[in-house]
């Protein structure tokens, strides 16, 4: 009799515990009926009767029990802000984190947070997560956050919390101003994730299945307002900004720069949902640097952009067409690339931005960035323009029209004794005769709709552009088409691009066609994962994948068949291998060994085939420890000869105070006598020091051997209020033998964000 009524009373806790909340599951969020102080306490009577949301579920690394440690979250608002407030459970031991530094990566660091979906159209939105020592870190979504690319923490802006830690939970409560965020009136949409990382454990109110990310809109709840939204009235924030700086150029002579510099960022709502963004004389000099590659291939390798201005709604823009065939690439303004494939910085004089949502339906981004002249490299002030009208169709899906223009100014009749950058010079061959001319203007037109089924089972993409300039009329085109199928035992794509030989996007990213005179392309891969249901292993994925590229006039030029095979363990480590089997036919004469001296080394030969084998093994180790790595071999033939490439990062965290990171890449490729040797090596040490949740140094130095150079960058930042900064910059490149300065300079800069 005892069994059984135990049985009674376990059962439905047991049930209970497997309850999985579905995608549209409502969730009622009132006004605030007292004040609410952000002091992580919850004691207001608001917290005390709002409605509260837990059941979560995992998604990560396995998809079928609850979390260990429970999570709670409550909603409400006032008419200034949207708040939230958590509860995480845990066991009392020191919280795993990186350091105290705002915008930290997700994976290694405990952390709970929001999704917002705020259009309510499953697209586009904002996230806000907090660590339990109470470091922020905020950024926007887009393409409904289907991959981890669709995300982005450079975007910055206001908000307030606190974090109390107790000895068997941490509870955290936030404030997020209505101003910092765009929406619509009416229901969004939206998640909460936990992620414990002493645990290996990524959980989610709305239950994801392991194969898509947990924040991704396609699994999201809806939140149903009790009260009306505030409307907002004006909401216009101003950003100044004041600079001085110091620059001394030893290899130049020149004398030392001291200036100083003023400037203003500007948003305007003009909508709840359509936000104007100005910016005059703008200043990124506080934007952390790149990070070096050892490139080794033939095409351009395509920075991440990490400038405010161009973040927000940066899909709009920067979406259409494929990644090596983007219509729109932001870095190309403002930044351009010197006789010695050095990139520079050419002044922004102004810039106006209006996007996002125009009812239910549609969204609009418009663009128009004014540059001035850059003697040095011979380019002229120029005008860039952009226009993007997006109409939502179907239930996730969108459709494009894209408009890109640029304007070179000042330019009269060409003058062979003239200096211009190469970007605007233009050869024209005809009747057996080269002419040189200028390319004043460059525009693309076109369209691209992206397919985005509701349970994000099918995702693809179809896009089609054309470029006028004052030269070619035909073969200007380009166009591709992609389908994906995703569930969780199968991941397959295929997918085509072409690209005419007389296409040209100015302000996009087509490093093809510096290799191609127009190509054709088709990708496919097929990937089955396995995921057991015991022992210590997550998963198992194998795969395969096949790319071809062929010529306008049918010639296959390049050909990659890969395996390979990974292996994720539930402590977070991993391994995998893989076997590529290249084929090549150059386009053009390539040396794959820089050549300082043209006699020194012969160059491969346009119209030369070689076709060799690879093998790539890489692994990392637990990373929830406090030294941790990961690396890996790259090893095999080489067009004629042979290469063996060794990447490894290590990684030592002292926390929460910061970190030291020591990434290698080293490269040695040997090809015969006549084509010469070369050994080339990429150290990059990284110390990461926070002092609090507001104060931050980050020592960043880069030595490139195939440069010839070290570079320096130290950079402190002080948040003195929410989104405003005091920023101490100090950069310097150095020869490395003799270790002797090339440059340096110093950089003091203030930001203010004043809410009008």
């Given at each position: 009799?005892?069994?059984?009524?135990?049985?009674?009373?376990?059962?439905?806790?047991?049930?209970?515990?497997?309850?999985?909340?579905?995608?549209?599951?409502?969730?009622?969020?009132?006004?605030?009926?007292?004040?609410?102080?952000?002091?992580g306490e919850l004691t207001e009577q608001t917290w005390k009767v709002a409605?509260?949301?837990?059941?979560?579920?995992?998604?990560?690394?396995?998809?079928?029990?609850?979390?260990?440690?429970?999570?709670?979250?409550?909603?409400?608002?006032?008419?200034?802000?949207?708040?939230?407030?958590?509860?995480?459970?845990?066991?009392?031991?020191?919280?795993?984190?990186?350091?105290?530094?705002?915008?930290?990566?997700?994976?290694?660091?405990?952390?709970?947070?929001?999704?917002?979906?705020?259009?309510?159209?499953?697209?586009?939105?904002?996230?806000?997560?907090?660590?339990?020592?109470?470091?922020?870190?905020?950024?926007?979504?887009f393409n409904a956050g289907s991959t981890s690319n669709d995300y982005s923490?450079?975007?910055?802006?206001?908000?307030?919390?606190?974090?109390?830690?107790?000895?068997?939970?941490?509870?955290?409560?936030?404030?997020?101003?209505?101003?910092?965020?765009?929406?619509?009136?009416?229901?969004?949409?939206?998640?909460?994730?936990?992620?414990?990382?002493?645990?290996?454990?990524?959980?989610?109110?709305?239950?994801?299945?392991?194969?898509?990310?947990?924040?991704?809109?396609?699994?999201?709840?809806?939140?149903?307002?009790?009260?009306?939204?505030?409307?907002?009235?004006?909401?216009?924030?101003?950003?100044?900004?004041?600079?001085?700086?110091?620059?001394?150029?030893?290899?130049?002579?020149?004398?030392?720069?001291?200036?100083?510099?003023?400037?203003?960022?500007?948003?305007?709502?003009?909508?709840?949902?359509?936000?104007?963004?100005?910016?005059?004389?703008?200043?990124?000099?506080?934007?952390?640097?790149?990070?070096?590659?050892?490139?080794?291939?033939?095409?351009?390798?395509?920075?991440?952009?990490?400038?405010?201005?161009?973040?927000?709604?940066?899909?709009?823009?920067?979406?259409?067409?494929?990644?090596?065939?983007?219509?729109?690439?932001?870095?190309?303004?403002?930044?351009?690339?010197?006789?010695?494939?050095?990139?520079?910085?050419?002044?922004?004089?102004?810039?106006?931005?209006?996007?996002?949502?125009?009812?239910?339906?549609?969204?609009?981004?418009?663009?128009?960035?004014?540059?001035?002249?850059?003697?040095?490299?011979?380019?002229?002030?120029?005008?860039?323009?952009?226009?993007?009208?997006?109409?939502?169709?179907?239930?996730?899906?969108?459709?494009?029209?894209?408009?890109?223009?640029?304007?070179?100014?000042?330019?009269?009749?060409?003058?062979?004794?003239?200096?211009?950058?190469?970007?605007?010079?233009?050869?024209?061959?005809?009747?057996?005769?080269?002419?040189?001319?200028?390319?004043?203007?460059?525009?693309?037109?076109?369209?691209?709709?992206?397919?985005?089924?509701?349970?994000?089972?099918?995702?693809?993409?179809?896009?089609?552009?054309?470029?006028?300039?004052?030269?070619?009329?035909?073969?200007?085109?380009?166009?591709?088409?992609?389908?994906?199928?995703?569930?969780?035992?199968?991941?397959?794509?295929?997918?085509?691009?072409?690209?005419?030989?007389?296409?040209?996007?100015?302000?996009?990213?087509?490093?093809?066609?510096?290799?191609?005179?127009?190509?054709?392309?088709?990708?496919?891969?097929?990937?089955?994962?396995?995921?057991?249901?015991?022992?210590?292993?997550?998963?198992?994925?194998?795969?395969?994948?096949?790319?071809?590229?062929?010529?306008?006039?049918?010639?296959?030029?390049?050909?990659?068949?890969?395996?390979?095979?990974?292996?994720?363990?539930?402590?977070?480590?991993?391994?995998?291998?893989?076997?590529?089997?290249?084929?090549?036919?150059?386009?053009?004469?390539?040396?794959?060994?820089?050549?300082?001296?043209?006699?020194?080394?012969?160059?491969?030969?346009?119209?030369?085939?070689?076709?060799?084998?690879?093998?790539?093994?890489?692994?990392?180790?637990?990373?929830?420890?406090?030294?941790?790595?990961?690396?890996?071999?790259?090893?095999?033939?080489?067009?004629?000869?042979?290469?063996?490439?060794?990447?490894?990062?290590?990684?030592?965290?002292?926390?929460?105070?910061?970190?030291?990171?020591?990434d290698v890449d080293y490269n040695y490729i040997s090809l015969p006598a006549?084509?010469?040797?070369?050994?080339?090596?990429?150290?990059?040490?990284?110390?990461?020091?926070?002092?609090?949740?507001?104060?931050?140094?980050?020592?960043?130095?880069?030595?490139?051997?195939?440069?010839?150079?070290?570079?320096?960058?130290?950079?402190?930042?002080?948040?003195?209020?929410?989104?405003?900064?005091?920023?101490?910059?100090?950069?310097?490149?150095?020869?490395?033998?003799?270790?002797?300065?090339?440059?340096?300079?110093?950089?003091?800069?203030?930001?203010?964000?004043?809410?009008?």
């Amino acid at each position: 009799m005892n069994r059984i009524v135990i049985l009674l009373l376990v059962l439905p806790i047991f049930g209970w515990s497997q309850i999985k909340n579905k995608p549209g599951k409502e969730f009622p969020v009132g006004k605030a009926i007292d004040k609410i102080v952000i002091d992580g306490e919850l004691t207001e009577q608001t917290w005390k009767v709002a409605e509260k949301g837990g059941d979560f579920f995992m998604s990560k690394p396995i998809d079928s029990i609850p979390p260990t440690n429970p999570t709670y979250f409550q909603l409400s608002f006032d008419e200034e802000n949207l708040y939230v407030a958590y509860e995480c459970i845990d066991d009392g031991k020191a919280p795993i984190v990186q350091s105290l530094r705002r915008d930290f990566e997700f994976q290694p660091n405990d952390n709970v947070g929001i999704y917002l979906n705020t259009y309510n159209d499953f697209t586009n939105g904002f996230y806000f997560n907090i660590t339990p020592y109470g470091v922020q870190r905020e950024g926007i979504m887009f393409n409904a956050g289907s991959t981890s690319n669709d995300y982005s923490s450079f975007w910055d802006n206001k908000w307030y919390s606190a974090v109390k830690r107790h000895n068997d939970r941490w509870i955290a409560e936030i404030a997020i101003p209505f101003k910092s965020i765009r929406y619509n009136l009416e229901s969004w949409n939206f998640d909460v994730l936990r992620n414990d990382v002493e645990r290996n454990q990524i959980s989610s109110w709305i239950a994801t299945p392991v194969q898509y990310l947990p924040a991704a809109f396609a699994n999201s709840g809806k939140i149903i307002w009790q009260d009306e939204l505030p409307k907002p009235g004006m909401n216009v924030s101003l950003i100044p900004y004041v600079t001085g700086k110091t620059a001394h150029d030893f290899e130049t002579g020149e004398p030392t720069d001291n200036s100083s510099n003023v400037g203003l960022d500007a948003k305007v709502a003009l909508t709840p949902s359509l936000n104007l963004d100005l910016t005059i004389n703008p200043d990124f000099s506080n934007v952390e640097v790149d990070r070096q590659v050892i490139n080794l291939t033939r095409f351009e390798f395509g920075f991440p952009e990490r400038r405010q201005f161009f973040l927000e709604n940066s899909d709009l823009f920067s979406g259409p067409g494929y990644p090596d065939t983007r219509v729109f690439f932001s870095r190309r303004i403002g930044l351009a690339v010197d006789t010695s494939d050095h990139i520079v910085k050419v002044p922004i004089q102004y810039g106006a931005r209006i996007s996002g949502k125009l009812g239910q339906k549609w969204r609009v981004g418009l663009m128009n960035m004014q540059t001035g002249e850059k003697k040095s490299i011979g380019l002229p002030s120029q005008n860039y323009s952009v226009a993007v009208v997006q109409r939502q169709v179907f239930s996730r899906s969108n459709l494009d029209v894209v408009f890109v223009n640029k304007e070179s100014l000042g330019l009269g009749t060409y003058d062979t004794g003239k200096f211009y950058h190469e970007s605007l010079i233009r050869e024209i061959t005809s009747g057996g005769k080269t002419d040189t001319t200028l390319n004043k203007f460059n525009r693309v037109v076109g369209a691209d709709f992206n397919l985005f089924t509701k349970n994000n089972r099918w995702v693809g993409d179809m896009y089609y552009f054309h470029s006028i300039d004052a030269f070619d009329k035909d073969k200007a085109f380009s166009h591709g088409a992609f389908i994906s199928y995703n569930t969780r035992n199968l991941t397959a794509y295929v997918g085509n691009q072409g690209v005419g030989k007389n296409y040209r996007a100015d302000v996009g990213f087509t490093p093809g066609l510096n290799i191609y005179p127009g190509y054709y392309s088709t990708f496919t891969r097929i990937e089955t994962p396995i995921y057991p249901k015991s022992g210590g292993v997550v998963s198992y994925r194998p795969a395969t994948g096949y790319t071809f590229i062929m010529t306008p006039d049918g010639k296959v030029t390049d050909r990659t068949f890969s395996v390979d095979f990974g292996v994720t363990r539930k402590n977070t480590s991993g391994f995998g291998i893989s076997f590529n089997r290249i084929y090549q036919v150059l386009t053009s004469d390539f040396s794959p060994v820089d050549d300082t001296d043209e006699d020194l080394y012969a160059d491969l030969k346009e119209g030369q085939v070689f076709e060799w084998n690879e093998m790539v093994a890489g692994f990392n180790t637990d990373l929830r420890k406090l030294l941790n790595f990961n690396g890996g071999v790259r090893f095999g033939q080489f067009y004629n000869g042979h290469r063996t490439n060794i990447i490894s990062s290590l990684a030592y965290r002292y926390q929460p105070f910061g970190s030291i990171t020591v990434d290698v890449d080293y490269n040695y490729i040997s090809l015969p006598a006549a084509y010469g040797k070369a050994k080339y090596l990429l150290v990059s040490p990284r110390v990461d020091l926070t002092f609090s949740d507001k104060l931050f140094l980050t020592t960043f130095v880069q030595y490139n051997d195939r440069e010839d150079n070290v570079n320096l960058n130290a950079r402190f930042q002080w948040r003195f209020k929410p989104a405003s900064d005091f920023f101490v910059v100090y950069t310097e490149n150095y020869l490395p033998e003799p270790f002797k300065s090339k440059n340096r300079a110093l950089v003091l800069k203030l930001t203010y964000w004043f809410n009008l």
